[in-house]
């Protein structure tokens, strides 16, 4: 029987005091797991979400803060955590700008915290789960990786890219039981789009463009989430799954 059991399994969720990473730590701590919550500044914050993610699952939980903007973001939070089993690198900076008037300053900021701090997070984490010969890597993708918003190109393209870099290193460390896999969430209510969806117009502008007719709920990213983190999905690596109603057809 399929168990999707995460007992005695450490995880890291970056991003996880709100929206998509917050579901997908709930539901890893729902199924037995130690879980790291995280965000970027706020400790008081972390803390609270984490208390509240341990009263209502029963696991071990803990908050810790990391600015993925810093350069040296993952080893700030590899002395808090030591070795996790499970890495998602969920959080995310996403600019609304036209192409032709995006910032170097918001370029860098975007590249640096969806793309270059999970290639610092990959770095530090996948080392131990090579010598322990279990791991699982899930990043967090876009629809936007199939059809990008007009005033989100560079945060889009941070997106392809963390899928490269994601497919050259499942690749590369499948042999010794790790998985790297992404999960692309199309139009998902949380915290970081309310104010665009509470606009009428622009919502059914949005809604028109989802095949299954309405925007998902976070918790709709974590059964996903949980298959791809599992002993059970050990088998899946490299893949892309979206979440997303059918948007990206
Ligand atoms: N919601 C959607 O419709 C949608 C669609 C496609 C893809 N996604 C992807 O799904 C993931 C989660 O999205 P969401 O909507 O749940 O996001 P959200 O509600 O905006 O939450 C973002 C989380 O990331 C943290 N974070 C942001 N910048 C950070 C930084 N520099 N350093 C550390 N932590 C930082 C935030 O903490 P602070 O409060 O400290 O900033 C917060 O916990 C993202 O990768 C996003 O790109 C979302």
């Given at each position: ?23 997908i ?196 990213c974590s059964?996903a989430a949980l298959?791809?983190c ?20």
């Amino acid at each position: 029987m399929l168990q999707f059991d995460l007992s005695g399994r450490r995880v890291l969720v970056t991003g996880s005091t709100q929206g998509i990473g917050y579901a997908i730590a709930s539901c890893l701590a729902e199924h037995g797991a130690e879980v790291y919550v995280h965000c970027s500044r706020d400790t008081e914050k972390a803390q609270r979400i984490a208390r509240e993610i341990e009263e209502k699952t029963g696991a071990a939980v803990h908050g810790i803060t990391a600015d993925l903007g810093d350069a040296d973001a993952a080893q700030q939070l590899f002395a808090m955590t030591g070795d996790v089993d499970i890495l998602v690198c969920n959080a995310s900076v996403q600019v609304r700008r036209a192409w032709d008037e995006i910032t170097l300053d918001e370029y860098d900021t975007q590249m640096n915290v969806n793309l270059r701090s999970s290639l610092c997070l990959m770095q530090t984490y996948i080392p131990g789960m090579q010598k322990r010969g279990w791991g699982r890597v899930l990043n967090i993708g876009s629809v936007q990786q199939a059809k990008p918003h007009v005033q989100m190109a560079v945060y889009a393209a941070s997106k392809c890219a963390l899928a490269s870099l994601s497919d050259n290193i499942a690749k590369q460390v499948a042999a010794d039981g790790v998985t790297v896999n992404m999960l692309l969430p199309g139009v998902i209510a949380t915290p970081r789009n309310d104010a665009a969806l509470s606009d009428p117009v622009y919502r059914e502008q949005v809604l028109a463009k989802i095949p299954a007719g309405y925007a998902g709920e976070a918790q709709d990213c974590s059964a996903a989430a949980l298959l791809l983190c599992s002993e059970e999905g050990r088998y899946i690596t490299g893949s892309s799954l979206y979440v997303d109603g059918g948007m990206h057809l």
